[in-house]
């Protein structure tokens, strides 16, 4: 049997490459860059299967082809808001993505950014490392208790659920969850958290509030000017999730004017390129989108989508269908 033809769009673990290289008849993008436009499309008319990232953006544009070989866009990460879904589905596409085996890790970073910004831990280290600290003293970098306090939490997934358990468990605050849908009370129960009908409702209660919500069209400027302004002037912003659920512009006037307490960033609108005026904001910590950047986390993405090829040509439902 011939083995499907299938490109891989950025380096991958070893092992994982290693799996491909043996099953597929695999083409890895040296290069290891985003892909333009137009190498997608070239790409979707010679390769049964494309394994996408985050930074290969499948829009109408680069969809809309004629001659399309590709049957599934077998995604390297959990969010797919980079794939134009209405024309995949049109398409008749298939594509999978990589949810659970990145959510603690995920977790991880969004409690990192969030004990980071409520301490002023990105503040201390630029100050230390340039050469600037002067020695203790009661006033110096003065933040914020985090133990206790008031979590908010955005979209109520897997990602989401895991932060509580660490802001519940770990250090003991109350977990407020806002969820286009219900969320069990058996879910609710873990973390003893409490779901409120709007994001509206929740803001104005909050010490601390995590994005956890998919990006997209839908999502774009969840968080906006007004609801910035329903946040306590001294309460945190924490995004994992994608960078366009914040209007960057409203954050950017929220922290110049301390219209609130600070915010932690690991997405950014049109990432990799991030707004000067943010680099002006003190009041920020800022990642280079990590979530999801450990080993054991990458290699098991890897694995993940392996998975989701193989039942795909071997004509079961992938595991992770999500169009
Ligand atoms: C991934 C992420 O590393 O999985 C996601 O949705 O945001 C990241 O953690 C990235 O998207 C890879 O495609």
Known sequence: MVKPSVLVTRRWPAAVEAQLAENYNTVLNTGDKPMSPAEIRQALKSYDAVLPTVTDTLSAEALDVPGVQTKILANYGVGYSHICEPLARELGMTVTNTPDVLSECTADIAMTLLLMVARRAGE????????????????????????????GIIGYGRIGQEMARRAHHGFGMDVLVCNRSAVSPDVLAECNARQVDTIDD?????????LHCPGGAANRHLINSRRLGLMKPDAFLINTARGEVIDEWALIQALMFDMIGGAALDVFDGEPRVSPDLLQCDNLVMLPHLGSATREAREAMGF????????????????????
């Open 124 to 151: 201390g280290e630029r100050e230390l490392r340039a050469g600037q600290w002067t020695g203790w003293r009661p006033t110096h970098l003065v933040g914020t208790k985090v133990s206790g306090k008031t979590l």
């Open 202 to 210: 929740l803001l104005p209660q909050c010490d601390f509030v995590s």
């Open 304 to 323: 993940r989508v392996l998975d989701n090829l193989s039942d795909f040509f071997e004509g079961r439902e992938p595991r992770d269908r999500v169009i």
